[in-house]
């Protein structure tokens, strides 16, 4: 078994739910993947997972989830991660299927069966927060969740919206309020880790299939960045989450109670994070990130697939 955390990885690849899962499979145990409709719909989000996996010389198996959120329609970012979720970026061929186990039923079994899992979930909660209707102790049993997901500040689907949490967020607020040991990394504290072309371009110095395979992720994201007017640059959100478990020193979280709007108009999707410091708030229930050494993470992100 490879050393460091035990981790269940729920993804929605997703440009950098690829990179995530090039930095769990280096510094993490990856005991599976579960993918989930977010970035695209789930038949392209479960083909790029086992993509990944192949490139990385991955054992974990993939398993399908949740194909749409607790409540209405599924929602896709397609205008930022293209129809398939990765826009133009070719993973190698493979002949790889998913599990014929639903991702649901993974988590559980294997949450039962490991007490130290941390699940670290970089899509909308779908997966999570179903397991957790079908079996509320798996909260307290795994050993943390590890989330991308919303933001204590502005969002970037609305004024107050983080895509993961807008996209369901009936079930973010059933894993908020489940009682689980959560670490939750938002768009206040991901925005402050940025790649560039100069990223793409060490990566492409290296020889390896990984590295070219990483190097066109950034490029095409950037690509993508750069159309919408954001300049050729874009945020590592879904990392984050990944080096809160391996690498929790690289960031710093406080405790803060917070839940999700699902009912406003305006505010639908919306992480409320209580930053009072007054008598009678309600208790902290989440370790929200404010802080990552951006330059420490990025070495770990380069070295993760410039390694053979």
């Not at 269940?8 to 989930?36: E, K, R």
């Not at 719909?41 to 479960?46: F, K, M, S, W």
């Not at 930022?80 to 998913?98: D, F, I, Q, S, W």
């Not at 100069?198 to 690509?223: M, P, W, Y």
């Amino acid at each position: 078994m490879r050393d460091g955390p035990l981790l269940i990885v729920d993804c929605d690849p997703g440009h950098d739910d690829a990179l995530a899962l090039g930095l769990a499979h280096v510094h993490g145990n990856v005991l599976g993947i579960t993918s989930v409709s977010g970035n695209a719909p789930l038949e392209d989000t479960t083909r790029n997972a086992l993509g990944m996996a192949t490139l990385l010389g991955s054992s974990a198996e993939v398993y399908r989830g949740e194909a749409r959120p607790l409540k209405g329609e599924p929602r896709h970012a397609g205008g930022v991660h293209g129809r398939g979720g990765l826009g133009r970026v070719v993973l190698p061929e493979h002949n790889r299927v998913a599990s014929k186990l639903h991702a649901v039923d993974y988590l559980i079994e294997t949450t039962r069966e490991h007490s130290n899992v941390w699940l670290v979930p970089i899509g909308p909660l779908t997966n999570i927060a179903r397991a957790i209707e079908r079996d509320p102790t798996l909260a307290r049993r795994v050993a943390g969740i590890s989330l991308m997901g919303g933001s204590t500040d502005s969002g970037n689907v609305t004024a107050v919206a983080e895509f993961n949490i807008w996209a369901d967020p009936e079930a973010a607020k059933i894993v908020m309020a489940s009682g689980a040991h959560i670490r939750m990394c938002g768009l206040n504290l991901t925005r402050q880790w940025q790649s560039d072309d100069t990223i793409a371009a060490r990566l492409k110095e290296s020889g390896s299939v990984k590295a070219q395979v990483g190097a066109a992720i950034l490029d095409d994201i950037h690509d993508r960045m750069d159309s919408l007017g954001r300049g050729r640059r874009s945020a590592l959100h879904d990392p984050c989450a990944v080096l809160a478990v391996t690498h929790p020193e690289l960031l710093h979280f406080e405790r803060r109670h917070v839940t999700v709007e699902t009912e406003g108009v305006y505010t639908r999707g919306m992480t409320v994070v209580d930053e009072r410091a007054t008598p009678g708030i309600p208790e902290a229930n989440v370790e929200v990130g404010y802080q990552i050494d951006s330059t420490s993470a990025m070495k770990l992100l380069l070295s993760a697939f410039e390694r053979p």
